[in-house]
């Protein structure tokens, strides 16, 4: 009800604030910007947008998720993740249109213990990947090469 009443423009603080949170369940938390690396391990389940590094930082917290990809980039993000197995991806036309999925599909996650599964995998394969040590190995080899 939230995405349907509202000008997709407007950001979610700005949408927030418009409405009368205090009678929300107090298991959930909604907000524009929060640290994902301390709240992501004290949830079971997240909705993310996609962007690389909320993936990244999701996917180390071994729990499934939902992800609503706002760009491209982000959509193909969360295909990859959820052809392994471990999220459900929505289509932003699709949830603007009717929100229950976004429910429909998180009520389908909770069920899945072959989805926590595949989670608890996909951290344990990305956890073994020094990916800033990666990056600066590339970046110095790359740059050794100019010198050539």
Same mark, same amino acid.
């Given at each position: 009800?939230?995405?349907?009443? +509202?000008?997709? !423009? #407007?950001?979610?603080?700005? /949408?927030?604030?418009?409405?009368?949170? !205090?009678?929300?369940?107090?298991?959930?938390?909604?907000?524009?910007?929060?640290?994902? +690396?301390?709240?992501?391990?004290?949830?079971? *389940?997240?909705?993310?947008?996609?962007?690389?590094?909320?993936?990244?930082?999701t /996917?180390?917290?071994?729990?499934?998720?939902?992800?609503?990809?706002?760009?491209?980039?982000?959509? /193909?993000?969360?295909?990859?993740?959820?052809? *392994?197995?471990?999220?459900i991806?929505?289509? #932003?036309? #699709?949830?603007?249109? !009717?929100? $229950?999925?976004?429910?429909e599909?998180?009520?389908?996650?909770?069920?899945?213990?072959?989805?926590?599964? =595949?989670?608890? $995998?996909?951290?344990? /394969? *990305?956890? #073994?990947?020094?990916?800033? =040590?990666?990056?600066?190995?590339?970046?110095?080899?790359?740059?050794?090469?100019? !010198?050539?």
């Amino acid at each position: 009800k939230l995405l349907n009443k +509202h000008n997709s !423009d #407007k950001s979610l603080d700005d /949408i927030l604030r418009e409405f009368d949170l !205090d009678d929300l369940d107090n298991r959930i938390m909604l907000t524009g910007i929060l640290p994902a +690396h301390i709240i992501n391990p004290l949830a079971d *389940y997240s909705i993310i947008h996609g962007g690389e590094g909320t993936v990244q930082t999701t /996917i180390s917290s071994k729990n499934p998720f939902i992800g609503v990809g706002m760009q491209e980039e982000q959509a /193909i993000n969360l295909l990859q993740i959820e052809q *392994y197995g471990s999220c459900i991806r929505l289509q #932003k036309e #699709k949830v603007i249109k !009717d929100g $229950e999925i976004v429910i429909e599909s998180l009520n389908r996650l909770m069920l899945s213990e072959s989805m926590k599964q =595949k989670a608890i $995998e996909l951290q344990e /394969i *990305y956890s #073994k990947w020094n990916s800033p =040590k990666l990056v600066s190995e590339l970046l110095l080899d790359q740059i050794s090469k100019l !010198d050539d």
